[in-house]
């Protein structure tokens, strides 16, 4: 696993961005031959999505031959809820660069066959040839996506439970009334996501320094469902020095010098 801390949000974002600019510049997508990319949402990627954009303005980076594939949905908010993945994604990101409508994919909030969905959703990306590489966020419990603790490690596309934690958390974009919240998420599972041929995961803040920690340092283990990254050949966390204050100093050590 790569780790690399950067000073704060500002330097994480960016360092994400040149990042994921530079793989799809290295790929050279063309129609037949698209670079395949996983996406979620959270006010974390916020800042990724912000300097991916300045990107393509700038002429650095086209998506016209990318396909994206986002992470979750919540259950029961049509596409145009302001509150739904599908709405934060276009208001984000995607009506602001070339991408082609028909490459963008986001589990149906609305589907009335849940499992159908989920089960398509998956075939999806294995006709796409599967994902090159799979941005994601982090929960304060150490959640990918809506792989909440306890998902198995294993897991594929399905309808999750949220928890209350979780919902607490997100009742923030849901004026604080977690009777708004919806109780229930369609999401890639910890196996899907870990097919990706790399995998990277953001964090920023104290709230996600425990999560980082057991990410890093705890063993791999469902309650965490961030360590299923330890076994992955290619995956890296890029945080901020707040997510990264638990981690022990010979970590941060290590990291930084292998980095340097
Ligand atoms: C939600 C999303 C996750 C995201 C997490 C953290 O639970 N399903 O994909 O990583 O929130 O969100 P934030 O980046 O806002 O802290």
């Known amino acids: 696993m790569r780790v690399i801390i950067k000073p704060d949000y500002e330097n994480v974002s960016v360092w994400a961005a040149q990042y994921i600019a530079n793989r799809i510049n290295k790929f050279a997508p063309t129609s037949d031959h698209p670079f395949v990319l996983g996406l979620p949402t959270g006010s974390t990627p916020l800042g990724v999505y912000r300097e991916l954009i300045k990107m393509y303005q700038q002429n650095k980076v086209s998506f016209a031959n990318v396909i994206t594939f ?10 145009d809820h302001p509150q739904s993945y599908h709405y934060f994604m276009f ?6 660069i070339d991408i082609k409508k028909e490459n963008i994919h986001i589990l149906n909030g ?8 989920c089960a398509d959703y998956e075939k999806s990306i294995l006709a796409c040839g599967g994902i090159e590489l799979f941005l994601g966020g982090i929960g304060e419990d150490g959640h990918i996506a809506f792989n909440e603790p306890f998902s198995s490690l294993s897991s594929r596309t399905r309808i999750k439970t949220l928890t209350s934690d979780t919902i607490k958390v997100n009742s923030r974009f849901f004026n604080n009334d977690i009777t708004q919240v919806p109780t229930t998420a369609m999401t890639v599972g910890v196996g899907t996501i870990m097919d990706a041929r790399e995998v ?4 920023n803040g104290n709230k996600k320094a425990k999560a980082v920690y057991q990410g890093i340092e705890g063993a791999i283990s469902h309650k965490w469902t961030i360590t299923a990254l330890q076994n992955h050949k290619h995956g890296i966390i890029v945080c901020d020095d707040a997510a990264a204050s638990l981690l ?12 340097r």
């Open 70 to 79: 986002n992470m979750d949905e919540y259950v029961g908010l049509p596409a």
């Open 110 to 117: 609305m589907a009335k066959d849940i499992e159908k969905e």
């Open 91 to 96: 208001e984000n990101f995607f009506n602001h």
């Open 200 to 203: 990277m995961i953001l964090a």
């Open 248 to 259: 022990a100093p010979e970590t941060i050590k290590y990291f930084k010098d292998i980095e």
